[in-house]
């Protein structure tokens, strides 16, 4: 049977471990608000995958918040959405044990991100290895349809289809098997390097960084050492791939013009860049500011939506414990 659209359950989860920057936000926080009118929508800060790699209790602390704030700050609606951190349902953990002992260790070996962690020199500790499993429990503890991700994501959807379809045999019809969503035009948003915009590459433009470090970051854009006067390709160019994420299609077809002729400087794309980044965050600041003024209501917010979170993970977890005989009585 299928689920009526406005009955889809739309999730996704984002690490509080370092400013968001603008691949956050193309990817995933902004098709998760504007999905806000389309389905119910489950948006929480997953900080018990931070532990994988942030060591620190403050930063922790001081990261959950702040990707509370930026969500809130950027539209996200609590009375239209179950908004929450990860660790207020511990149901998860209890999950993420059930699923892992259906798992097989050559399903999280073939993990890319896991891979590719290890090959950026992070020591891998048994969290990181079994990262997507509890993913996959965030998943199908609120029995989840759709996942707004970026194309990094996309294998660790994947595995939750393939964990979820391995208990629903073994057990018995159980979990919904989710579909990542992925926009082509925002899979992939290049950093400052050109490689992915990524906070463990130091690449990022942050949404809420000062205006002064947003301009030093454009600054640093990488470019090729085309000349001024001579045409440039707009579609090989950062400055131009971020552009096209803010600007209207006549301003795309104006500067790419610019580009195709020649005569301007990269320093020239890199300042519309600027005012287009400025611009579009401007009306976000000032509410990003009042939030910081008031933690409490923030973290009230937050209690509320675990409040919720919980009503919903609640009856999965029962049917969880009586399928596998740890519901005893
Ligand atoms: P990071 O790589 O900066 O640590 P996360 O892993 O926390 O980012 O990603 C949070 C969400 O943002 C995920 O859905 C991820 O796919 C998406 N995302 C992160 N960086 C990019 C990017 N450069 N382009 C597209 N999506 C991205
Ligand atoms: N692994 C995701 C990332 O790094 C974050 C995440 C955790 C997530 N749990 C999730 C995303 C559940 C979607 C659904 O970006």
Not at 149 to 165: L, N, P, S
Not at 190 to 219: C, L, V
């Amino acid at each position: 049977m299928t689920t009526p659209v406005k009955q889809r359950r739309i999730l996704s989860g984002i690490q509080p471990s370092g400013g968001l920057h603008l691949g956050n936000y193309f990817a995933m926080m902004n098709p998760m608000i504007e999905s806000q009118e389309k389905g119910l929508l489950f948006c929480f800060i997953v900080n018990l995958h931070a532990m994988t790699t942030v060591r620190e209790g403050k930063v922790l602390r001081q990261g959950t918040l702040d990707a509370a704030m930026d969500f809130l700050a950027l539209g996200l609606n609590p009375d239209k959405s179950i908004f929450w951190v990860q660790s207020d349902v511990l149901e998860v953990v209890e999950l993420t044990w059930i699923l892992s002992c259906v798992t097989s260790m050559g399903l999280l070996e073939r993990s890319h991100s896991y891979k590719d962690k290890i090959e950026r020199g992070i020591i891998p500790n048994h969290g990181l290895f079994a990262y997507p499993v509890l993913m996959a429990a965030d998943i199908l503890l609120y029995q989840a349809h759709i996942i707004p991700v970026g194309q990094d994501q996309k294998q660790h959807v994947e595995i939750t289809r393939d964990i979820a379809e391995r208990f629903n045999y073994l057990y018995g019809e159980t979990f919904v098997l989710p579909e990542p969503r992925i926009d082509p035009h925002v899979a992939l948003v290049p950093g400052i390097d050109g490689q992915k915009m990524s906070k463990s590459y130091n690449n990022t433009i942050e949404i809420f960084a000062e205006e002064k470090d947003i301009r030093k970051q454009i600054k640093r854009i990488v470019t090729d050492s085309t000349p001024v006067e001579a045409p440039k390709n707009p579609d090989t160019c950062t400055v131009f791939k971020l552009y096209r994420l803010f600007a209207s299609p006549e301003e795309i077809s104006e500067l790419d013009k610019m580009y195709r002729k020649g005569g301007m400087g990269y320093g020239t794309a890199k300042d519309r860049l600027y005012e287009k980044i400025r611009d579009y965050f401007k009306p976000f600041r000032e509410k990003r500011s009042q939030l910081a003024g008031d933690k409490e209501k923030v973290k009230k917010i937050l209690a509320e939506g675990a409040e919720k979170a919980r009503a919903v993970a609640f009856p999965t977890i029962e049917k969880v414990r009586r399928k596998t005989g740890l519901a005893y009585k």
